[in-house]
């Protein structure tokens, strides 16, 4: 079955770095626009960062910009997202992501699981 896992996840002082790993299996996710979102304890799940196939086209969200760098390898069929300067703030659950784009709309097919991400102050 096709399926998504993240590894990285873990506690860090802020102003510190994290490095997100996502590993797919099942198949090949080539062809998918890969992606993070992450959600806060209650708070709605946001999107976080994106990239296409060729890796040349890549989105981040606005808190995200400056601080956060996502990255795929097709051969390995894996997606990362390095972490910097990290703040309290961005304490949440994290979850890799393949998709598609939709008319404007980045339409997520396969979610993993999620890893933790806590900061401290």
């Known amino acids: 079955q096709a399926q998504l896992i993240e590894s990285g996840g873990g506690l860090v002082q802020a102003g510190g770095s994290l490095r997100l790993s996502c590993a797919a299996s099942g198949r090949a996710f080539s062809n998918y626009i890969m992606g993070w979102f992450r959600q806060a304890p209650g708070k709605e799940r946001e999107f976080v960062s994106r990239?296409?196939?060729?890796?040349?086209?890549?989105d981040y969200a606005n808190s995200a910009k400056g601080r956060f760098t996502i990255s795929r390898d097709n051969a390995k069929n894996t997606v990362d997202l390095q972490m910097n300067s990290l703040r309290p703030e961005d304490t949440a659950v994290y979850y890799c992501?393949?998709?598609?784009?939709?008319?404007?709309?980045?339409?997520?097919?396969?979610w993993g699981q999620g890893t933790q991400v806590t900061v401290s102050s």
């Open positions: 992501t393949a998709g598609r784009v939709v008319g404007a709309d980045y339409k997520p097919a396969y």
């Open positions: 990239i296409s196939w060729s890796g040349i086209r890549i």
